[in-house]
Each structure stands twice: as structure tokens, then as C-alpha cells.
């Protein structure tokens, strides 16, 4: 089935380590997203990319970092996990950018 | 200030009720977009509609409706005769002309439909 996958589907981290989550679409959608899903916070965009190779910050970029070396790709990684970063993260992508976004299933991080 | 309100944190009715979830937005382009997902228990985002600022013509499909006044920056959802598997957390969202058309969500309406 054509969609986004995400990994892992859920983790738990030791404060100050790093880890990447993983995000790979198979719609050849040009732009893809980050997002981090918060209670009562709704979701909020970390970096986003409009296409392959560019990337950009999004509303809390703070503390992630993210590439797109190619179209399906667009890995997440925290560089030194902190416990505020624990959070329900979902990528997502969209033919373009005024287009209705897809979703992957999340991945549910806890960082102690 | 928040850019899309959705005022109603939580709303329970009983099944086969009507109800509207309320959305209100603020921006200053005049080419934007909204946008109404679902998300039920299982976890994932569902789309369910986008509608863009030039076009205010309300939209049915079967038992959901949207009403869209830009004389009052607002965006409702209305579900008619609710079932059980409407649950959900529904958000509703934002895309700007000037902001790169990068999605602005409101901190979503939890449903409770009750049998």
C-alpha cells in the first residue's frame, strides 16, 4: 500500500542521546514535513522540505536537524535528547505545498 | 495570538445528535487555505477537506458539512446524526500565501460519541 512509513513506532531514549527517526514516502511527493504532536498543543511543524535537497525551519526547529538527499527520504534526528522532546512525532508529505498532507502512523518518543 | 481557535476542547453528545465543531482563524493574507483532518483513536491524521479563501461555498459530503464565512474568519464542521466512529480529535488548520502555505493547526476539538 502507497503511503509513508515512519520508525520506529515508538521509543524510549536516555536523556542526552541521539537518535534519528526514520520517514519514507513512496507517493513521490515533492514536499515533506515534521511535526511534533503535543496534548492540548495540536501539532506543531519542526522543518519541513519543498524538495530534494532544501530543507527549512518550521515553528520549533529547536534541537532537530533534518535532510533530504532524495524524494522519498526525510530522516529526523535529535542530537542530544532532552525530556521536553518527548512527544508524538508524525511526518507527512504532499505533491506539493497547498496540497492536502499525508501522514505516517507517528512515532511515540520518551526521553527520561 | 493564536492564528486557528478551536475554542471547544472536548464535546460528548449522544449518538445520532448533531454538532458543530467550531474553528476561527486570523490572518491578513487574502489567499489562504483551510483544512479539516480527523484524528481517531487508532492515532493517524485523516484529511477530510481543504477549502480555499476565494471560494465560500459550503461543502456536504454525506453526513459532514463545513460552513465557511470569512465575514467572521471562521470555519465550521457540522456532523449530522452522529455515530460512535466519528470520535475523535478533529483539527483544523491554516495554510497562508505568505507563509509559504505551511500548515498552522489549531490544538484540536476532542468528540465523544456516545451509543
Known amino acids: 500500500t502507497a503511503g509513508i512509513t515512519q520508525a520506529p513506532t515508538s521509543q524510549i531514549l536516555a536523556a542526552g542521546r541521539s537518535m534519528t527517526l526514520r520517514c519514507t514516502q513512496d507517493?513521490?511527493?515533492?514536499?515533506m514535513y515534521w511535526y511534533r504532536q503535543d496534548l492540548g498543543l495540536g501539532l506543531r511543524l519542526i522543518h519541513y522540505s519543498n524538495t530534494a535537497g532544501t530543507t527549512g525551519k518550521g515553528e520549533v526547529p529547536d534541537g532537530y536537524s533534518v535532510s533530504r538527499a532524495n524524494t522519498d527520504d526525510f530522516p529526523l534526528t535529535l542530537a542530544s535528547a532532552v525530556p521536553s522532546q518527548t512527544s508524538v512525532y508524525f511526518c507527512a508529505s504532499s505533491e506539493e505545498g497547498l496540497q492536502p498532507q499525508h501522514f505516517g502512523d507517528g512515532t511515540r518518543l520518551s526521553i527520561l | 495570538a493564536q492564528k486557528v481557535t478551536q475554542a471547544q476542547t472536548e464535546i460528548s453528545v449522544v449518538e445520532k445528535e448533531d454538532v458543530t465543531l467550531d474553528c476561527v482563524y486570523e490572518?491578513?493574507?487574502?489567499?489562504?487555505?483551510l483544512f479539516w483532518y480527523k484524528q481517531p483513536p487508532s492515532g493517524e491524521l485523516v484529511f477530510l477537506i481543504r477549502r480555499n479563501s476565494f471560494d465560500e461555498q459550503n461543502e456536504i459530503s454525506g453526513r459532514y458539512s463545513w460552513n465557511f464565512q470569512k465575514s467572521t474568519s471562521s470555519f465550521n464542521f457540522t456532523i449530522t446524526a452522529s455515530q460512535v466512529v466519528d470520535s475523535a480529535v478533529y483539527f483544523c488548520?491554516?495554510?497562508?500565501?505568505?507563509?509559504?502555505?505551511?500548515?498552522?493547526w489549531g490544538a484540536g476539538t476532542k468528540l465523544i460519541i456516545k451509543p
Open positions: 490572518t491578513r493574507d487574502t489567499t489562504y487555505y
Open positions: 507517493m513521490r511527493h515533492n514536499a
Open positions: 488548520a491554516l495554510s497562508e500565501a505568505n507563509s509559504n502555505y505551511q500548515l498552522i
